[in-house]
């Protein structure tokens, strides 16, 4: 090749890339400029907050963040609808860590001029949208950890100021670490505990009924995680959607409607690239526990002395057999105990008897890998208050264990 060509053709490639960047530029820039005049939020906001905490993006190369960007460019039509202004942010750990990577965007072109620029102005806007969520799901945080409902109380405030519709939607898994709604220690299983999250965080203050007044708020992506961090059971990920949208009513003032709490589902789907950057901090983990179902006394499954199942037991174990198959790839471990009134060989063939009864059934039920134990007599009842009666203690000691095993 001429030592005088080879100058010219990087000229020309330097020059078509940088066509392609102004011409990319080009297309999303008019959005920079809030449209038909108006002040910025005069016309209907949406806030998009995308999580960029390591639970959801990973934190090295061998755990793949979660891409929403295939349901986010599904929904970004209906979460523009009605709005003239929309702005982008990421959060981390800290509720003063949201950065705005878009800010005040017009979500629709001036009513005048050309007629085909406005028709191409607002074909682009969902791409353009796009394209700042993408870039923020780049964004490395500030520090570890997840802090949403910080996040959300920011994005209350922005969208206090603005005039129409009022939309907030929240890119999370909403595992939350720090504050009122900290999960590192949940169970992910009872509405009391929810309950409990919910007072705790009013009493707080945290959240307020004017949190969210009048602001539509959509939830996508709960549940889903990096690819190496603890995953989420179908079950979990139902309790988290229930969590949030509670703490979202608590947010608005009283009663909430049903439109301004919403769950979307969105299916994980890994980072095209299959890495994600090593520089970002680490989180506090939240884990998933196994669960264990307790069914303490022995008359609510057994009639006295007997390993026969009653018939009142069987939608009992048919619900917790529903539960069992949505976690998969669990193994499950059914323990038989009774209380020390009988001799120590009758205890240990009746507590087997029990516990092969229980998982004859959930074999039933479509449940696999079930192991039935006969344990006797327990050492003790766990989580039992000094305080128990004697019936109550003989109840907890004479119970039926159901444990799933990863």
Request: aromatic share 4%.
């Given at each position: 090749m001429p030592a005088l060509l080879l100058p010219a053709m990087v000229a020309a490639l330097l020059s078509g890339c940088a066509s392609g960047v102004n011409r990319e530029a080009a297309a999303c820039g008019w959005m920079q400029k809030t449209g038909d005049g108006a002040a910025p939020g005069q016309q209907g906001h949406t806030v998009i907050l995308v999580d960029v905490s390591s639970s959801v993006r990973g934190s090295t190369s061998a755990s793949v963040g979660v891409d929403q960007m295939s349901a986010v460019k599904r929904q970004i039509p209906r979460w523009l609808d009605g709005v003239g202004t929309v702005s982008v942010a990421t959060f981390g750990g800290g509720a003063h860590d949201v950065r705005w990577t878009a800010t005040d965007w017009a979500a629709r072109p001036d009513s005048g001029g050309n007629s085909e620029n406005r028709r191409r102005r607002s074909g682009s806007v969902p791409g353009c949208v796009a394209q700042a969520v993408a870039k923020a799901q780049s964004v490395v945080p500030a520090r570890g950890g997840s802090d949403v409902l910080g996040a959300v109380r920011e994005a209350?405030?922005?969208?206090a100021d603005s005039k129409g519709i009022r939309r907030l939607v929240v890119l999370s898994d909403g595992l939350s670490t720090t504050g009122c709604a900290d999960l590192r220690d949940a169970a992910f299983e009872e509405d009391l505990e929810t309950d409990g999250i919910v007072q705790n965080c009013s009493d707080d203050k945290e959240v307020t009924s004017r949190t969210l007044?009048?602001?539509?708020?959509?939830?996508a992506g709960l549940g889903q995680t990096a690819s190496a961090e603890p995953q989420a059971s179908p079950a979990q990920e139902a309790w988290l959607d229930g969590l949030w949208q509670r703490l979202c009513a608590a947010a608005h003032p009283k009663p909430a409607e049903p439109a301004d709490c919403?769950?979307?589902?969105?299916?994980a789907t890994r980072s095209e690239s299959g890495k994600s950057s090593p520089r970002r901090p680490g989180d506090p983990v939240v884990e998933f526990p196994e669960r264990t179902w307790q069914q303490a006394g022995a008359r609510a499954l057994f009639d006295a002395n007997s390993s026969v199942l009653r018939s009142d037991a069987l939608p009992r174990l048919a619900k917790i057999a529903v539960q069992v198959r949505d976690l998969h790839g669990v193994r499950v471990r059914v323990l038989g105990y009774v209380d020390p009134r009988g001799g120590s060989a009758n205890n240990r063939t009746l507590s087997q008897a029990r516990a092969d009864a229980v998982k004859?059934?959930?074999?039933?039920l479509g449940v696999r890998d079930v192991i039935a134990v006969g344990k006797g007599v327990p050492e003790g009842c766990p989580g039992a208050a000094d305080?128990?009666?004697p019936e109550q203690k003989l109840q907890c000691d004479r119970r039926v264990d159901i444990a799933v095993v990863r």
């Open positions: 209350g405030t922005v969208l007044d009048s602001v539509q708020t959509v939830f919403a769950v979307t589902e969105v299916a004859h059934e959930l074999e039933r305080s128990l009666g």
